[in-house]
């Protein structure tokens, strides 16, 4: 069975607590590639997010991490793109929820509110957390990717 494959990306006030991440996620047995920043010198985190959910949508079967202070940016410019359902999360049973009714393929973590702790424990949460296979939430999900046009490669 291949490793799942975790796809991350982090502002300059993500840096830390995705390098600590990083770490974790390698420790627990996931495939993990690293789309920035690579120091917390200052960056545009939308450039970010849009490198990480391209490679998410070309990546089979890949989940994506997105970090910034607050998670609000990077879960925004992510769900600019069709195909992408980025949830920002502040507690683990919204981290359970966003995978299983919601079928989120990226978390949004933000790096200044919570500990690293808290932060491993809802990532965690929610990549055990299968999306579910009720037809009203596969409906609901199909009903919010035809809301978006497709996803211009090079957008950003």
């Not at 998670?71 to 981290?95: C, D, K, P, T």
């Not at 978390?107 to 500990?115: N, P």
Request: charged residues 25%.
């Amino acid at each position: 069975m291949s490793k799942q494959l975790i796809i991350i990306g982090s502002d300059h006030r993500g840096y830390k607590l995705k390098q600590e991440l990083i770490k974790w996620l390698n420790r627990n047995k996931y495939e993990v590639k690293d789309y920035g920043t690579d120091s917390e010198k200052s960056v545009d985190y939308p450039k970010i997010a849009a490198r990480a959910v391209n490679a998410v949508l070309v990546q089979d079967k890949a989940l994506g991490v997105l970090i910034c202070s607050s998670g609000i940016g990077m879960s925004m410019a992510a769900n600019r793109f069709a195909g992408i359902r980025a949830a920002l999360v502040y507690n683990r049973e919204v981290a359970k929820h966003t995978r299983e009714h919601n079928l989120a393929n990226v978390i949004c973590l933000a790096a200044d509110h919570f500990s690293l702790k808290e932060q491993k424990k809802m990532l965690s949460d929610w990549l055990i957390t299968k999306p579910t296979k009720k037809e009203r939430y596969l409906k609901r999900t199909i009903m919010m990717d035809e809301l978006m046009p497709p996803s211009c490669p090079g957008c950003f």
